[in-house]
Antibody
Framework: EVQLVESGGGLIQPGGSLRLSCVAS????????MNWVRQAPGKGLEWVSV???????YYAESVKGRFIVSRDSSKNTLYLQMNSLRAEDTAIYYC???????????????????WGQGTLVTVSS | DIQMTQSPSTLSASVGDRVTITCRAS??????LAWYQQKPGKAPKFLIY???NLESGVPSRFSGSGSGTDFTLTISSLQPDDFATYYC?????????FGQGTKLEIK
């Protein structure tokens, strides 16, 4: 079964750092394009970052320069290192695989399936 | 970036109703549009790809249509399990932005 399980969320003070993890099962993280998507409390979905199966990485403007995405093939795990955290970073963070079936992608842009259950990050003093 | 706008933001309906949610792109995205369903406390679940193709296992009461800039998600006969928030997402180009969501409430 294809599954994603996030961890690492919690309460952190503004300016602090946190690292989220996303463990995958049923497929290989390094062979797939992987994303982080966040959702502020009561709000909509915001794409945060993508790491392609090669080496290309993109970030949303709102997190560029502060967040770093990486993966560990030996652990089949995706990470999101979040630095210089702000109150507006408060959200549930989901990891999601880019779609891998025909019709699920247009070049490097894809829908997201599956998603993890999410991990809550709260930035507050 | 391509902006996605959904309407309405909230929709009140009853079991058995036929409902339609609209999603509009700020420029043409051909049919590169997905729809998701999200229930409280849960991750989004992917329902439809390429505007009108149902993901395996999605009930046939769900349907999608549209191309270019205007798209719709229709539920032909609402079931109790369908009350949730629905999001569209364009994947014509990076970044694949989402609409702001439509909350489907029980009337």
């Amino acid at each position: 079964e294809v599954q994603l399980v996030e961890s690492g969320g919690g309460l952190i003070q503004p300016g602090g750092s946190l690292r989220l993890s996303c463990v995958a099962s049923g497929f290989t993280v390094s062979s797939n394009d992987m994303n982080w998507v966040r959702q502020a409390p009561g709000k909509g979905l915001e794409w945060v970052s993508v790491i392609y199966s090669g080496t290309t990485i993109y970030y949303a403007e709102s997190v560029k320069g502060r967040f770093i995405v990486s993966r560990d093939s030996s652990k089949n795990t995706l990470y999101l290192q979040m630095n210089s955290l702000r109150a507006e970073d408060t959200a549930i963070y989901y990891c999601a695989r880019s779609g891998s079936e025909t019709g699920y992608c247009n070049g490097g842009s894809c829908l997201f399936d599956p998603w993890g259950q999410g991990t809550l990050v709260t930035v507050s003093s | 970036d391509i902006q996605m706008t959904q309407s309405p933001s909230t929709l009140s309906a009853s079991v058995g109703d036929r409902v339609t949610i609209t999603c509009r792109a700020s420029q043409s995205i051909s049919t590169w549009l997905a729809w998701y369903q999200q229930k409280p406390g849960k991750a989004p679940k992917f329902l439809i790809y390429k505007a009108s193709n149902l993901e395996s296992g999605v009930p046939s009461r769900f349907s999608g249509s549209g191309s270019g800039t205007d798209f719709t998600l229709t539920i032909s006969s609402l079931q109790p399990d369908d009350f949730a928030t629905y999001y569209c997402q364009q994947y014509y180009t990076y970044p694949g932005r989402f609409g702001q969501g439509t909350k489907l409430e029980i009337k």
